[in-house]
């Protein structure tokens, strides 16, 4: 047996809110919509992983997502403009990822990271 992908699933009575964020901002795509269910994604070859956090790190809390992207500061600077409030970082942190923390519109905590 093999793992073949790990989704997370996010509550919200309105699952079109995800647009501006998860679209918009970080570029997925709808890979499926059935109204109630709005699933993003990309073709990237990604890395199935779940991680069990004590902290976020760096005295942070456990953010409820991190997501890694090419470009960070592009990445921040996309949720500036879109009225998304920063809550830590942009930090370059000791174990060699430069980050930053953001609330969804679920008020889920994102961690949006680069590895250096």
Do not use: C
């Amino acid at each position: 047996m093999t793992v073949r992908r790990i989704v997370a699933n996010i509550g919200t009575p309105d699952a079109a809110a995800a647009k501006r964020f998860y679209q918009d901002v970080l570029g997925l795509d709808v890979l499926m919509d059935q109204g109630w269910i709005v699933t993003y994604g990309s073709d990237e070859r990604m890395q199935v992983q779940i991680s069990f956090m004590a902290q976020g790190g760096s005295g942070t809390p456990v953010p409820d997502l991190s997501i890694e992207v090419d470009d960070v500061d592009a990445a921040l600077e996309g949720m500036k403009a879109a009225g998304f409030a920063v809550e830590y970082g942009p930090a370059d942190e000791p174990w060699g990822v430069r980050r930053f923390y953001v609330r969804d519109p679920f008020g889920r905590l994102v961690n949006i990271l680069s590895h250096r």
